[in-house]
Every structure is written in structure tokens, then in C-alpha cells.
């Protein structure tokens, strides 16, 4: 019998199953070393997820007689001065409101220059959670609770001879050229803070409030007021 004419089909048969196992060997094995797909979803960098790395926007008040940084999303309200103050160039007094309404801070400036002998409230125990220094000069900023059961506490600047352990920053007002105000947040029993459990009560609801975001941006708020302007007036 003569079979050369299926020889050639035998052939291409061979030849394509050596086509296929060919392919199969050189494509890579799926397993732990196959690269994922890429992905289109942008991973935020380290910087970008640092809680500590805060965007400010630099604020002018008091006719440009201050300057301080607040987050881009909060507002400043601008109230009406004390009439006794309104002689004064550099007085102002206004509120800075989180993008909730929530009241972040109060600056006031224009009062008197302060006298050496005022201080703090030196009658009743308290407790200091934070501080840090301050653009104005021989400030300090403090962060406060008075009495033991954290009652009432205050994030504000404070004279730095003023912000040891001797005095407390509630109340507290600092000292520029040409006169004296404040800047600072007062935290009562009922204000809510932000990041901070609802099952936390007194000195402890305070402390926790340190480690929240809400706080870090007030705390960098606060300590980068600077005077832009001076201002000598005489009293009327």
C-alpha cells in the first residue's frame, strides 16, 4: 500500500501541536511572581496622608495690622469692635469658623498694653496638656484645663514668663507693640471636639483632643499670628 500522499498531513499535524506546546511553555505561569495589572487609581504619597503636614492659607485682620494661617476651607467673620477700642488702628475682633460653622478661634486686639503684674488665674488647680512657642515675641502657646475635673480648658498664647507651671493661660491675653489682645479657643464641658470619643469625660476627653487633626490645625492657627504693622497710640 502506498501512504506518501498522507504524509504531509502528518506532518502539519506535528508541526502544529509543536506550535502549541511551544507557546504554552513561553507564556509565564501564573503564580506569586506575575506582576499585577496596573492599576489608573492614584496612591497618595506618605507626605499626603501625614496628618502632622497641614495646608494654611495666610490670613490679614485688624486692617492689616495681624497676620495668621488658617486651613483654606475655614472663614474669618469679622464683628463689631468695642466702641471703646475703636480709636485704636490695629483693633479688631472676629471669629474663625471651621467649614461646619464651628467656632475654631477669637482674636481681639486693641486693648491697652498690659501691666507686668497682671497674670493668670492662680486660685484654682489646673492642668497643662501642651505648649509650644509662638511668632510673638517671648509668647508661648499653652493649652489648658482648669480645675481636676477639666472643666473648663483653653487653647491660647500666653507671655512666655508667664506659661510655666506657677500661672495658668485661663484667661489669658498677649502682649503686642502698642497694646495687648486674644487669640484662643475656649473648650467647655458640652463643646464638641472633633476625633474625640463621646465616652471620654474631663481631663482625659482634653488629652485625647491632642491627638486629633482639628487640634493639630488650631494649635498651627494660633502660633503663627505675627503683627504686621505697629502701632503706637495714646490712650484717649
Known sequence: MNFSPRRPVARCVVALVSLVL???????????????????????SAAATDSTRIRMLVRSVADGYFEFEAPPTWTVEKLEVDPLLAHRPEAGHLRVLNEEGKVMAEFVSGDAPMAE???????????????APTFIEDHAFVYDAL???????????????????EVSALPRRFSYVG????????IGPDT???????KLKGTKR?????????YLQIKAMLT?????????????
Open 22 to 44: 511551544f507557546t504554552a511553555c513561553a507564556a509565564p505561569a501564573p503564580g506569586p511572581h506575575t506582576p499585577p495589572p496596573e492599576s489608573t487609581t492614584a496612591t497618595p
Open 117 to 131: 503684674a497682671e497674670t493668670g488665674d492662680q486660685d484654682r488647680p489646673y492642668t497643662r496638656f501642651d505648649s
Open 147 to 165: 480645675g481636676k475635673d477639666g472643666s473648663d480648658a483653653s487653647m491660647a498664647l500666653s507671655p512666655q514668663e508667664e506659661s510655666d507651671d
Open 179 to 186: 497694646g495687648s489682645g486674644v487669640f484662643r479657643r475656649e
Open 192 to 198: 464638641p471636639l472633633a476625633g474625640v470619643s463621646s
Open 206 to 214: 482634653l488629652e485625647a483632643y491632642t491627638r486629633t487633626h482639628e
Open 224 to 236: 503663627s499670628l505675627q503683627q504686621a504693622k505697629t502701632t503706637h497710640v495714646s490712650p484717649p
